[in-house]
């Protein structure tokens, strides 16, 4: 186990340190590039912080409104019939906009349910197969200036009822 430790502290200064060791012998003038990926890097940045601020903004009011627990009993009603706690309702919906938002949500979880708890596994092993499907449209593609999405949604939505499910499914096993 102390292998392991020692190697995670070295690993990325010997990357960083292979990086600048390849550049120079490239005869690449390693200062210069850093600093225009370092500019290029904040420039976008600074043009996806609209965006950014924008999503943070409607998940809170969402969160702070009662919206998601409205939202909760509702559609948790129909997919308890299918076997998925309407409990989860919230953190599926806020995971599409918004990861950290939806740890908020599942520490929630957490504190009602436990860790261990079936709700808390279905919980845990969703966040790990659902995407940020929102923020990542919003942002990458308006940094990588695409305008016509096509499928992407479509494609995302199915991967993210597909996770969900499969969540259930695995959590479901173990207990």
Request: aromatic share 14%; net charge positive.
């Amino acid at each position: 186990m102390q292998v392991f430790l020692y190697i995670s502290n070295f690993i990325v200064p010997f990357i960083i340190l292979a990086v600048v060791v390849y550049g120079l012998l490239r005869g690449v003038n390693v200062y210069d590039t850093f600093i225009r990926g370092a500019k290029s890097g904040f420039l976008t940045v600074i043009r996806i912080m609209p965006t950014l601020i924008g999503l943070m903004a409607a998940v809170g009011i969402l969160r702070a409104s009662g919206f998601l627990d409205f939202l909760a009993a509702l559609i948790g009603q129909f997919t308890a019939q299918i076997g998925f706690p309407g409990e989860l309702v919230p953190l599926s919906v806020v995971k599409m906009f918004s990861s950290s938002a939806a740890t908020g949500l599942l520490l929630d979880i957490y504190k009602e349910y436990g860790t261990d708890s079936e709700l808390g596994l279905i919980a845990s092993i969703s966040m790990c197969c659902t995407e940020t499907i929102f923020y990542t449209m919003s942002v990458y593609f308006m940094t990588a200036g695409i305008r016509r999405s096509r499928y992407t949604l479509a494609g995302a939505m199915i991967a993210t009822f597909a996770g969900l499910a499969a969540s259930v499914v695995f959590a479901r096993t173990v207990f």
